[in-house]
C-alpha cells in the first residue's frame, strides 16, 4: 500500500459526517432477521425499508445488489484494475475473469488507477442511474491493494456521490480492513464456499500467503480462518458484508447451509448463492473432469432452505470483471479505452441528482402499484405457488419482446403475492429478423419450470410452441409494472381453477445457462 499515506486514509475517513453512529448501528444489525419481528424479509432481496434502520436502508436502496428492488433502476460498474490472485480455485482458468463474481470465459481489459478514473466519470456522465463503483478482477482485488486502493482514492476525489464496493476471496482482508473503512468503502463481498477446510481441499488446490504456498487441507484451513476472520473485521465496523458462495453439486452444496449459519452469526448481511458454471471449454479443472452446475430448481430449493436463516440475493448476474449498466444489460463495450480517451467527460453532479430523483418517482409508483393489486388478492384463498418468466428492459416494467431478450426474470406467485426469485440467460431467439428454433428450445429449457411468461410482444410460432410446451405466453401487459401485472394474471389463473376451466399442474426443473455472455461489440 505504497500508494496510500495515512493522512489520506483519515482525511477519507473524516468525510463521512455520521460515519461511526451509521456503523454502529449496521454492526447492530448483524444480518437480516435478527432484528426481531420480521427483519428478514427487509433486507437485500425485500422491494422496502422494512425494520432496518434509515441509516442502512440509505446505503443499500440505491445498490443494485444489496437490494433487488433497486436492480431494476440503479447501474453498477466495474473497474478492471487488479489482476492478480493469490489463490487458485478449481473453477477458474486465469486466462479468464476471477469467477467469483464473473462469469468463466470472460476476459476483460485491464486498465491503470488513472484510466479507471476517467472511465468512471465517463460512465457517469452517459449513464446517470450509475450509483455504484465495484472492484471485482480479474483477479483479486486485494492481492492487488496499491492499485485498487488507488483507483478508490481518484474516484472518491473526483466522483463523491458513487458508492465504492469491493469483492475479494478473503485471503488478504484483514491485512485491509482499516484501510477499507479508511476509504469510506461502504459494501464488501468475500466468496466463501466452505467452512470445513475438508471441503475447501477439494475446491481450492493451493493458496499463496506470506510468500508460502500452501496445498490441501493445510490451504483451506488458512483461507477460511482468514475469510472469517475478516468478516467478523469488517461488520465490527459496522460495513456492509455479502457473502458469496458458489454451489458445486456433491461437493458443498449441502455444506452451505451450515456456510449461511456461519456468516450470519458473523454478522453478514446478504447471501448469494451463485451457481457453479463449468463448460469443458473454460478450461476449468471442475469444467474438464466433468463437474456439473446445479438445475435452476437445486439453486433455488438451496436458497430458499437458507432464507430462513437470512436474507438471499437472487439477482446476481456473475458480471465481468468490467461490467457497465443495470445487472443483466452489459453495455461495457460502450466504454474501452480507446473511447473512453477520446470521450468528452461532463460529470454534472446535479443533472445526476436529478435523474435520480426521477428514478424514485418511478419506483414510489412501481411499489403503489403492487399494493394497489395485491388488495385486490385480499381473501383468495389457495395453496397454489407458481413461478412466471418475465422479459424486461428495466424499470420494473414487461417492455422487453421475446425475441429479442437475453435473459428473463423469474417471480414466485402466491396469494401471498408477486416474489423475484431469479433470473434465466437465454440465448437470443430472434437473429436479425427471423427466429432461431435452436434458441426457442433452449429458452423453454431455462424456463421450463414457469407457468407462464410475460413479454411486450411475440411472434406467432414461437408463442405456439410455448403453448405446446404448457407455458402461457402473455403479451396483455406490455409495458406495464412487473408485479402489478403478475399478481392480475395470477388472480385470473386461480379462478380458472376454481371454475374448473383449467387445471392446475406442477411445472418440471429448468436449466441454467452454461457458456458466458459477452458484451456485443458496438
Ligand atoms: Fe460489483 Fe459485486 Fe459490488 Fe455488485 S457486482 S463488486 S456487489 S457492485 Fe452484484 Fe455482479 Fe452479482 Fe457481484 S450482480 S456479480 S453481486
Ligand atoms: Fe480465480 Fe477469483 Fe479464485 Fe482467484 S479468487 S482463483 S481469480 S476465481
Redesign the pocket.
Known sequence: MENITEPQVAEAAETSASMDDIMQKVAEHKGCGTSGGSGKASCGSGAGQGDLPTEIWEKVKNH??YSEEAHHHYA?M?VAVAPACNIQCNYCNRKYDCAN?SRPGVVSEKLTPEQASKKVLAVASTIPQMT?L???GPGDPLANPEKTFKTFELIAKTAPDIKL???TNGLALPDHVDTIAGFNVD?V?ITINMVDPEIGAKIYPWVFWKHKRYTGVEAAKLLTDRQLQGLEMLTERGILC?V?SVMIPGINDKHLVEVNKAVKSRGAFLH?IMPLISSPEHGTVFGLNGQRGPSAQELKALQDECEGEMNM?RH????RAD?VGL?GEDRSAEFTTDKIMAMEVNYDLDSRKAYQAKVEEERVAKVAAKAEELESLAGEASNIKLLVAVATKGSGLINEHFGHAKEFQVYELTTGGAKFVGHRRVDLYCQGGYGDEDSLETVIRAINDCHAVFVAKIGGCPKADLQRAGIDPVDQFAHEFIEKSAIAWFKDYLGKVKSGEIEHVERGDAEIRQGALTAEVA
Do not use: D, F, W, Y
Not at 316 to 319: E, I, L
Open positions: 443494485p445488489c453498477r466495474h463474481e455504484v465495484g472492484i471485482a464496493c469491493l469483492s459494501h463481498t455479502k458469496n448469494n440475493m446476481c448476474r456473475q458480471c461490467a445487472l
